[in-house]
Nanobody, 119 residues
Framework: QVQLVESGGGLVQAGGSLRLSCAAS????????MGWFRQAPGKGREFVAT????????SYADSVKGRFTISKDNAKNTVSLQMNSLKPEDTAVYYC????????????WGQGTQVTVSS
């Protein structure tokens, strides 16, 4: 089984930055992807970014392109989300996710970490 442990959430002023990290442990897979989703109050979960572990290929939601960067640390088996130029609308619970088959289905989820951006 896989466990995802997130850290880095908090309160930041608009225009500021935060970095979220997610450590994965347990079973490894051959073609997996990791990503981030978020859920704002009163809204459904929204795709933020994803990274294919083997190739390093990334993709981003339009709403965060140019502001957020997803990256990996192979040695530590962690994925991070660097969030810059934060906006109040970025306020949400952010979830680290694992797509263990690399097919777009995120099978494992972290507990979520709160990001609050004040205006």
């Amino acid at each position: 089984q896989v466990q995802l442990v997130e850290s880095g959430g908090g309160l930041v002023q608009a225009g500021g930055s935060l970095r979220l990290s997610c450590a994965a442990s347990g079973r490894t897979f051959s073609n997996y992807a990791m990503g981030w989703f978020r859920q704002a109050p009163g809204k459904g979960r929204e795709f933020v970014a994803t990274l294919r572990w083997s190739s390093g290929s990334t993709s981003y939601a339009d709403s965060v392109k140019g502001r957020f960067t997803i990256s990996k640390d192979n040695a530590k088996n962690t994925v991070s989300l660097q969030m810059n130029s934060l906006k109040p609308e970025d306020t949400a619970v952010y979830y680290c996710t694992l797509d263990h088959r690399g097919n777009g289905e995120y099978d494992y989820w972290g507990q979520g970490t709160q990001v609050t951006v004040s205006s």
